[in-house]
């Protein structure tokens, strides 16, 4: 019946029965009460992609994460991870995921070592594996000169090393990061970055964050989650041109405001100019339609009048300014869908 | 079974590296001190460790939930559990390993106070029997008090809460043995059987009946099995 249904749907349900999936999600929902706090959301994760969520605070990414690494199940849909069931095959999935959440719980009465000598027991790991196994993450982790610090004396940024150390010590096949660098310096941000990328090569990741540069920087794919449904979903590049509805172009021009504004505003082309003083300076900021260069025009109106052109600059959408509108402004969801 | 030993052997090494720990062993021992000494200052003491017993079962009220408060509360609190919980590991392999390590320090606590029963045998010669027999008796009574307190460590992620509603419990299960005296017919039966002290009385008069065995082991197997589902409950909660 379900097959049914999703084949009217067309290509989506296809693709997602392709051979590479390691994570397949459909029309999970999950309530907390009487809200939901995810809702029939559909996505699939192929082996050895790195995945990230993007949304606001609140917008259903660590319930997400808590059902696919098996900690909680979903109110309804299903969840499967290499091809086991989270509900029904929980054990199997549980042995197969590393998970980071996001207050990096860690016991911290115990060493670095003794900790991961811990956690590798409980995910049914040798001893002989378990010791090979530290050597290699606390070098990964580069954790080597803390060995046997007691967890709770170590730095933010330090524990942050331990929590992934303990996430990929059994070598999963699915690594879920929950906001991966929140809480820790920007150098120690970026070492992160490049551990998350290196290990993405072998692994399939899943990270969250709410940071719009790093989820393009790491991640092969971008889903952007908001209020608990899935608003985007596509490479971060690709976001980017789609939205690349309206450009606009930044101009500082020497003049009398009151006299440039209803000029520029007259530019054939020109949908929107606003003007931004700042001390000494007059900007303004000219929206125009797709595909037009307003330059040329603008350049000769500025020294037909008179004024001096300071600067001129093109800016086109940040992510951060994709990310708002596609959580702010509903119409914009047609245009993705 | 290495899950559980890991878990069980995690617990045990923060006992002994935690200050709560020392401080339940050094109250018990203070207070099972006084209940032993109590009757020997009289002209004709009686060589036996009835006064200890009597009084370690209602030390215990209070400190076994004492030692367990810590062991699903803390991690619900820290949010460790959800390591915990996603690593390949069973609900009841998790109880079980918590249970096993607060079970080994009572074990520890009871073998320290055999320095009563040294004393005994050196000053007096005691009747062994009753001296065997009652510490079978504390030792299931104590099985039993732990696991109303995992129970109750389980429920919250407050640790004073759990030690106080464990104790509550703990003291219900005390009192029916009073509330037996003050009801009539068949109700005080009921009552007498339902707690803990007229089971454990007859291990401290040296006799060993199947029938109190089977009342603690039951009462323990109770109360971590809803421990277990109250662990599991947060699948469906």
């Known amino acids: 019946m379900s097959a049914e249904t999703a084949s009217t749907n067309g290509a989506p349900a296809a693709e997602a029965i392709a051979e590479d999936a390691m994570i397949e999600v459909r029309d999970l929902t999950h309530y907390y009460g009487p809200n939901p706090a995810v809702e029939n959301v559909n996505f699939t994760v192929r082996r050895g992609e790195i995945l990230g969520f993007l949304g606001p605070n609140g917008a259903g990414k660590t319930t997400t994460m808590r059902i696919l690494t098996g900690f909680m199940p979903p109110t309804r849909g299903s969840v499967t991870l290499d091809g086991f069931d989270v509900v029904e095959k929980s054990l199997e999935v549980r042995k197969r995921v590393g998970y980071l959440p996001e207050s990096v719980p860690l016991h911290t009465e115990m060493t670095v070592t003794n900790y991961l000598k811990y956690m590798g027991t409980l995910r049914r790991m040798n001893g002989r594996r378990i010791r090979r196994r530290i050597d290699d993450v606390i070098d990964v982790c580069r954790l080597g000169d803390y060995h046997k610090t007691l967890i709770g004396k170590l730095s933010k940024g330090f524990r942050q090393r331990v929590g992934i150390a303990q996430a990929i010590l059994h070598e999963p096949e699915v690594l879920v990061l929950d906001e991966p660098t929140i809480g820790i310096d920007p150098i120690q941000v970026v070492e992160t970055r490049g551990l998350i990328q290196e290990l993405g090569r072998e692994q399939t990741v899943v990270l969250s964050s709410h940071i719009l540069p790093e989820v393009s920087m790491i991640c092969e794919r971008v889903l952007i989650i908001h209020e608990g449904h899935i608003v985007a979903a596509d490479t971060p590049n690709n976001l980017a041109q789609h939205l690349r509805g309206v450009e606009q172009l930044e101009v500082e021009i020497g003049g009398p405001p009151a006299e440039v504004l209803p000029v520029l505003r007259g530019i054939d082309g020109a949908t929107e100019v606003t003007h931004h003083p700042r001390p000494g300076i007059n900007a303004y900021r000219v929206k125009y339609r797709e595909g037009m260069d307003l330059r040329d025009e603008i350049s000769r109106t500025v020294i037909s009048h008179d004024w001096s052109l300071l600067s001129m600059q093109v800016n086109s959408m940040s992510l951060e300014e994709i990310f708002l509108r596609l959580t702010t402004a509903e119409t914009d969801e047609d245009d993705l869908a | ?237």
Do not use: C
């Open chain 2, 1 to 237: 079974m290495r899950t559980i030993r890991a878990v069980a052997f995690k617990e045990i090494q923060v006992y002994f590296s935690s200050p709560v720990a020392y401080i339940v062993a050094l109250i018990f021992m203070a207070l099972s001190g006084f209940f032993f000494v109590r009757d020997l200052g009289n002209p004709f003491p009686e060589a036996s460790l009835s006064n200890f017993f009597q009084g370690a079962t209602f030390l215990l009220i209070p400190l076994a939930p004492a030692l367990t408060m810590r062991l699903l509360a803390e991690e619900q609190k820290l949010g460790t559990i959800e390591l915990l919980l996603t690593s390949p590991v069973r609900d009841w392999e998790v109880i079980l390993g918590k249970y096993m390590a607060s079970l080994v320090f009572l074990l520890f606590l009871l073998a320290l106070t055999s320095y009563y029963v040294i004393l005994l045998l050196l000053f007096a010669s005691p009747d062994p029997g009753p001296i065997y027999s009652g510490y079978l008796g504390l030792v299931l009574y104590g099985m039993a008090a732990l696991a109303v307190g995992i129970l109750t460590s389980t429920l919250t992620s407050n640790q004073i809460i759990a030690a106080v509603v464990g104790t509550g419990i703990l003291v219900v299960l005390y009192a029916t043995a009073f509330i037996s005296e003050v009801v009539t017919g068949v109700w005080a039966n009921v009552f007498n059987q339902l707690g803990f002290t007229s089971h454990f009385n007859d291990f401290d008069s040296g006799i060993i009946d199947s029938a109190h065995i089977v009342y603690f082991l039951t009462v323990t197997a109770l109360f971590l099995f809803l421990s277990i589902r109250t662990l599991e409950s947060r699948r469906w909660r």
